[in-house]
């Protein structure tokens, strides 16, 4: 799996949007990017994953450049519920592989 | 709830035991997967089973084993227990078919050992 970048962390006020950014330069062409977030202890959760489209639903949204090297997850209106460590992970889109965490991206919603 | 189940939540044991941490996948999942969190190492894959076969091995030692059962639960056993296996251990299923929505992962074994 190609390996991605993100910041350790961030923060960001109750009520505004958080961008978190990753860096994935050496995605390939069939390679997905996906977005976990792990809210303290708990289990990590399925946010959002595209190809090169941007998406979207009711968690988040995800913009992917056209050149597919960098992507960033946004929240819309981070609540503090939102406080969380972000994973930015690439892989095939096929559901016998494995997903690979890296350090992510610790968020901060600050009130 | 996320559909799949962990059990037990908490176990504290002492170092040279063996434990046996259950799993049970979402209904209609195929696909088991085990993780390990520490403190220090940050979420690792240990093993992945498909439909009672295992498919792929990551950062898993040979003092633990696995495996998946017909009903499609799944068992992780850790034995001659060490100071440094006290982690989150998870597990998380993947759906067979149709899109691929990533993997829905339960609450987590919180094992000490002592």
């Known amino acids: 799996d190609a390996k991605t970048t993100q910041p350790p962390s961030m923060d960001c006020a109750e009520g505004r949007a958080a961008n978190l950014p990753c860096n994935h330069s050496?995605?390939?062409?069939?390679?997905?990017v996906y977005w976990y977030r792990q809210i303290h202890s708990q289990g990590p959760q399925y946010i959002i994953h595209g190809l090169k489209n941007n998406e979207t639903n009711e968690m988040a949204s995800l913009i992917i450049t056209e050149d597919r090297k960098s992507s960033t997850l946004i929240l819309p209106h981070a609540t503090l519920r939102d406080t969380a460590v972000y994973y930015c992970i690439v892989r095939v889109a096929n559901y016998g592989q494995n997903f690979v965490f890296g350090p992510g991206t610790r968020l901060s919603v600050l009130p | 709830d996320s559909g799949v189940t962990q059990t037990p939540k908490h176990l504290i044991t002492a170092t040279g035991q063996r434990v046996t941490l259950r799993c049970s996948p979402r209904s209609g999942d195929l696909s088991v997967y085990w993780y390990q969190q520490s403190l220090d190492q940050g979420l690792q894959f240990l093993i992945h089973?498909?439909?009672?076969?295992?498919?792929a091995k990551g950062n898993i030692l040979e003092r633990f084993s696995a495996q998946q059962f017909p009903d499609l639960h799944s068992e992780l056993n850790l034995s001659s227990l060490e100071l440094g296996d006290s982690a989150l251990y998870f597990c998380?299923?993947?759906?067979?078919?149709?899109?691929?929505?990533?993997?829905?992962f339960g609450s987590g074994t919180r094992l000490t050992v002592v």
């Open positions: 050496t995605i390939s062409g069939n390679e997905y």
């Open positions: 998380a299923s993947s759906a067979r078919t149709g899109g691929d929505y990533g993997y829905t």
């Open positions: 089973y498909y439909n009672g076969e295992e498919r």
